[in-house]
């Protein structure tokens, strides 16, 4: 008997080894349906192992998808809290710090969550605020794109994308050796629609996206405070599709990059 | 570029009120016991652990007279709950909430039980009981804020609970029929009523809070906090049990109990804990006359339970309504020193607990883990617990 209870002994502090860390159950518990896939998205995109939800995007919701998407892109909440801390460093540094030249590997998962993300954005200000910066993120992405088929001597993507590499590429949009033949250059299909993008379309979606989703907050929320910031919305909006047909061309997108990167340059940090 | 950063900015600082509430996938009850959580919370079919079989199972009340003045049952914390303890003074003082941050997807947890009396009496066929306790439970996690999980969990609530409530033995009830009196002698019933009271704090902060600032964050915690004591209307909230015991021989017995806890449901704010519908089955070998040792062993079962048989909490997975456990008195000097033994598997998570009497002090230690996610085996959450009562 004494064997027996060395034996129950040994079975006890065996189990304080193992300290709980092991689910006995898990092999046979249903895993695969939505609740369980959002909350797994939610662990996923907290731990940081966004590769895991961008291998299989459809098992999880499409907000889960585009902050997957951003999150190894290098969008994180210490770069949020720049918005909110006064730093040192100029607002643009800021912006570029958050998309890293090096993912734009990415740009087809950021393309591909954003296209799902449309179809339920203006039900939630969440999601119309994660349109928003999805949306930027990829007008970002297609300007770095296009900076680094520039290939000017004065633009090194390699190594990211500086402030005065901007004001570099700004320049060359805005006084184009020949045409903006280079924003049309195809980049394969980036939402998986079975139809190859140009640059300027993927930077029109991206700017459009980030305007439904500012469109979708500002509705979804009356609190608005800055009327002058809603109008300035709309005028840039409606330079999008200054012909007002309701058709964004790749003409209206490339017109309006250039108008949008002058602009930019023109005004202060 | 400045342009960009500031529609940015003031359209996520344009976003007020739409926080949510949370309701979480953790089991969640008003009472839970350092020790029975040991053995797996299987204690539905167990007797003999006072006030914690009694408040599982109304049906459990005791035979032998106890009872404890001021215990605490349990205190449950995590691991980062220590972490943060030594954060936290920081946060207050220099109001950088980001500091937050590097909790990303690490719950913290505290609970607090304090049970300032129970009783158990016998009388005659009856097992009076009645008490007062009380519970203080807090759990904060933060996300990445532009998951679906939102920026903040923030939920806590504090209970205090005035508990009377009765078991009734079927042994000497006379039916008129000798098979009849046979069978339902081995049948006890109970009943439990709880006039509880409570104050919750329960929202789940969004990216749009967070960009309103730390002034707006701490507003909001701060409002949300001050929820914790205003304390509701008493709720008088039933519980009932059966108990069946089944008799193999002289030295085993299986017990079977039901219990419906918490009828008609506890909102505690936005929160709720359902009425439970639970099942237990114990099995009790005494083992102590089988090795010829009166001082060991003593008081030994198994036990299973399926507890919510009807999936009224938030999940519904079955592995996560199960629980087995094993308790024992590794040693038993006349009830006057005990050490016992409690383990289990809560969940699919094993669970071990320790217990330690000398005369009418009492202390328990567990260690287990509580399921956070929709199923068993998706986020465990390691917690202790520890419980000191004095009474006898």
Known sequence: ?269 | MKKILYILTVLSITYFGFGATLQPYEHINLFQGAFSTGMGKATTAVKGLGTESFLANPANGDKKFSFDIISINPFQFNNTTLQLLRDIQEIQQTQDFTKLFDYIGTPVNVRLGVNLIGFNIPIYDFSLNFGIFATVYAYLEVHNPLSTAGLLDLLGFSAASFFIGTSYSFKHLDFGNPEVNKYLSNLSVGLNMKFVFTGAVNTKLTLGDLLLGSDHLNKIISEELSKLTGITNPLLKPDIGLSYELPIDEMQKVNFGLSILNIGGIPIGDFYIPTTFNFGTAYSYDLSTLIGNRMLLKNTSVSLDFHDIFFQRKDKDFFKRLHIGLKTDLANLNDIIVVSLGLGISQGYPTFGVGFKLATFKINYSISAEELGVYAGQDPDVRQNISISIGW
């Open chain 1, 1 to 269: 008997m004494r064997y027996a209870y060395s034996l129950i002994l040994l079975f006890i502090f065996s189990l304080m080894l193992a300290s709980c860390a092991v689910n006995l159950f898990s092999p046979l518990a249903a895993k695969d349906y939505p609740e369980a896939n959002q909350y797994q998205a939610q662990n996923l995109i907290d731990q940081g192992k966004y590769d895991e939800i961008l291998k299989d995007p459809d098992k999880y919701p499409a907000q889960d998808n585009a902050a997957a998407a951003l999150g190894i892109m290098g969008f994180d909440l210490k770069l949020l809290t720049n918005f909110l801390k006064p730093t040192d460093n100029s607002s643009l540094d800021i912006l570029l710090r958050w998309v890293d030249i090096k993912d734009t590997n990415y740009i087809k998962d950021l393309g591909y969550a954003l296209k799902r993300l449309r179809n339920e954005y203006g039900s939630s200000i969440e999601k119309s605020i994660t349109l928003l910066l999805a949306g930027s993120a990829l007008s970002m992405l297609g300007l770095l794109i296009l900076a680094d088929i520039a290939n000017t001597n004065a633009i090194n993507t390699s190594d990211g994308i500086n402030e005065n590499e901007i004001d570099v590429l700004s320049y060359w949009l805005s006084n184009p050796p020949d045409n903006l033949t280079n924003l049309f250059r195809r980049i394969g299909d980036i939402d998986r629609d079975g139809q190859d993008e140009t640059i300027a379309g993927v930077i029109g979606r991206g700017f459009e996206n980030f305007f439904l989703g500012l469109q979708s907050i500002t509705s979804l929320s009356p609190e608005l405070a800055n009327v002058s910031i809603l109008i300035n919305l709309s005028n840039i909006v409606s330079s999008l599709d200054p012909d007002g047909d309701g058709i964004i061309s790749d003409t209206d997108v490339s017109n309006f990059i250039v108008s949008f990167l002058s602009n930019l340059i023109s005004s202060p940090n």
